[in-house]
């Protein structure tokens, strides 16, 4: 079986294993986490340590990652002077939430945070996959800049990482797009709590960091699992 999430944001790593457990998650299923799994909540880092030792479950690198990805600089053991482009690039990834994930990797070993991130800057930035007889297209935030002849590796990181789509975007009709990112909430308060299914792509991000459960989305048959 073959299942998606997506914006964990923090949360206590307990709190996934919970929602894994619930699904009855087993050494012959698949998960991609479609990225957001650091920043706002304090457990950021320890969610990804546990992701690198999951063989069965792949990060699809999301827009948070990719901040942090961009500050490694703050990291190394003979920092240069920061230029006035990294002091933006910092100035934003804390507005957005990751000042936890700077502290807590401060704490961390030299070569665990190398580990942490050789990790991200392998996650690709989208995958495909067939489940239950259908294609999917997963990214962390949809196709921005959607052309129905430009092939996915012709995508920009903008165009998947901080995309916002609306509610009547149609993509392919051969496969379904499946992405995170933007809470379903913001699409109206209908979607409070829900994942939301249109013709031709689905949001699993229901809003954690509001106060909503994660969720798991089995492909093969689009069966929800809650925490909770």
Known sequence: MIYVTSDWRGIELKEVK???????????????????VIDYGENGVELIKWLMEQYNIELILGAQESLLLKNEALFTSAAP???AEQMETL????????????????KEKADTVEYIFEYLSDAPLFETVNAGGRDFILTHSGLGGFLKGKKL?????????WNTPKLEDRYFEEATAVFGHTPTFEFGSEYDGKILHTDTWIDVNIGVNEGYEPVLLRLDDMKEFYSD
Do not use: I
């Open 18 to 36: 919970s929602l894994f457990k619930k699904a009855k998650f087993n050494d012959s299923d698949f998960c991609f986490v479609l990225g957001n």
């Open 91 to 106: 100035k934003k990834w804390n507005s957005l939430g990751g000042m936890p994930t700077l502290t807590a990797l401060k």
């Open 153 to 161: 590796s012709e995508y920009s990181e903008e165009e998947l990482l």
């Open 81 to 83: 002077e920061m230029t």
